[in-house]
């Protein structure tokens, strides 16, 4: 009625790693004259709140997320907050519960599309009650999205007689080795008796194929192979818009307190960052989700110490939070201040202000596609180190496809640590990645891959000309 901007709905799961890049992608919306509501819990709207302050063209709107009604504790609003699986079940089922406030939003505002997280395949159906597109957001690489296709569908790791035996992934443009102990735990169950919480995942993967498209956070020359692979040979309508990161004009203000406050102060970490060579310091953190045990993280400490080399470690909570202080390899904090080599940070790092400092020289990730890219972006090599979700696949991405990466050689898929690999094989891989002749190809390679990114997203880049075709379908439909 008069109206002349598109008006997009965006809903992200509940978790740093979907809420920050749909922030990123309702700014990059808003960059071309479009309207963004964020739809999002009450616990996270003073985050969003604060991060669009200066943009007139996206508001919050917070619903309620039942956590009673789902058997949770009250104040369970977050991923983050979950410690153990039953709890995970819980939370994702209670996601279901949201789709009334979602449609009475829906009723109320009238969007023109909804773009949704994968995590809410009834999102479909509620975007078509009211006749717009529904858009899927996954948050990964379009590598992940294929690999994870096949192995669902040819099921190669049936063949392999333990899960440490090698299989192929059949049908790639590339040669894909994976052990079964790498493979999602939701992929490699056979026949089970289907539960609420099974059949949801089921869905999850289903509504791929039955929704308008899908929305990507990559871009065109980091994996063209698999765009072509998913779009042609699977037949799905994508957009790759990213590294959204990149398009966010106001990311440099946000770089110092990127969803949460910093537990270090940033001028203290850019100091000490100033104080270190090019290219000297190894960056350490898994992300907001997975969790390592303490015997992990005594191994970590001690393969960091060995590697000789000057480090920033960022330690989550460790399963066993009491006395969480005290296991730390004897004397290691003393002398790691002493001698200045490590920076550790108890709770949530500058992230991305350390990634584009230039003395950081490599970076030890989860893989979770939001550091992956953010590495990508700042020419930073990685040193793999997944641990569930969808980060064996982007590890094999960097390794095998890319060669920006090393991996430390994890081989369990787990969000709580359940192998403890020793220092050495870490302290390895940070030698292969910082010092020599292979170190300075990969590190050739990130700085061109950067180069890409970059340009991926200025105006006439592939992720540039993908929104705005998206925007001009969109506009068309209405
Ligand atoms: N992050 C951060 N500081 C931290 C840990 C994480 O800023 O100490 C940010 C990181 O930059 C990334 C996001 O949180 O944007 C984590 O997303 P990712 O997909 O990498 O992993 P997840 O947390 O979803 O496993």
């Known amino acids: 009625m008069g109206r002349q901007q598109l008006h997009i709905f965006f809903f992200p799961m509940l978790a740093h790693g979907h809420m920050l890049p749909i922030l990123d992608m309702a700014k990059a919306f808003s960059s071309r004259a479009v309207t963004s509501t964020i739809i999002t819990t009450h616990l996270h709207v003073p985050m969003f709140q604060k991060a669009i302050q200066n943009s007139v063209d996206i508001s919050v709107r917070g619903i309620t997320f039942p956590a009673a009604a789902s058997g949770l504790p009250e104040g369970i609003e977050s991923v983050e907050m979950v410690k153990s699986e039953e709890m995970f079940a819980k939370f994702f089922l209670g996601t279901t519960k949201l789709r009334g406030e979602l449609e009475n939003l829906l009723e109320e505002l009238r969007p023109d599309c909804l773009v949704a997280d994968m995590f809410f395949p009834w999102a479909s159906d509620a975007a078509a009650k009211f006749d717009i597109p529904r858009l899927i957001f996954h948050g990964t690489s379009t590598f992940a999205m294929s690999v994870g296709e096949s192995l669902r569908r040819n099921r190669p790791f049936d063949g392999v007689s333990s899960d440490s035996e090698p299989f192929i992934v059949p049908e790639l443009p590339h040669e894909i080795k ?33 929704c308008y498209g899908l929305i990507n956070n990559s871009f065109y020359e980091m994996e063209p192979d698999y765009v072509e692979y998913y779009t042609k040979k699977l037949g799905r309508r994508t957009w790759h818009v990213g590294p959204l990161m990149l398009c966010n004009n106001d990311a440099d203000g946000e770089k110092a307190e990127r969803g949460k406050k910093s537990t270090i102060d940033e001028d203290d970490v850019i100091q000490w960052l100033d104080s270190k060579p090019q290219n000297s310091v190894v960056y350490v953190c898994f992300g907001s989700v997975s969790i390592m045990t303490r015997a992990q993280l005594q191994e970590i400490a001690r ?19 009491e006395d969480s202080e005290k296991w730390f390899p004897k004397g290691f904090e003393d002398r790691i201040k002493a001698n200045g080599k490590g920076l550790i940070v108890n709770g949530w790092a500058p992230q991305i202000l350390i990634l584009n400092h230039e003395s950081v020289g490599a970076f030890v990730t989860h893989c979770g596609w939001n550091s992956t890219l953010e590495s990508v972006s700042s020419g930073v090599p990685m040193i793999t180190w997944p641990m569930f979700a969808e ?70 880049g592939s992720s540039f000309n993908d929104l705005d075709s998206l925007i001009r379908e969109l506009s068309a439909y209405r």
Request: glycine share 6%; net charge neutral; hydrophobic share 45%.
């Open 178 to 210: 994976m052990t079964r102990g790498q493979v999602s735990l939701f992929d490699r169950k056979k026949h089970e008796v289907e539960t609420e919480f099974s059949k949801l995942f089921k869905d999850v993967k289903a509504s791929d194929s039955n």
């Open 391 to 460: 980060q064996f696949l982007n590890e094999k991405l960097l390794t095998d496809v890319l060669k920006i990466g090393v991996a430390v050689g994890a081989t369990q898929w787990s969000r709580v640590s359940v192998e403890v690999l020793k220092g050495e094989k870490l302290a390895e891989a940070v030698a292969r990645v910082m010092v020599g002749d292979e170190a300075v190809a990969i590190r050739a390679r990130a700085k061109e891959m950067k180069d890409s990114a970059r340009a991926a997203v200025e105006e006439g």
């Open 303 to 321: 393969g960091l110490e060995s590697s000789g080399q000057d480090f920033i470690w960022v330690i989550r909570k460790c399963v066993d939070e």
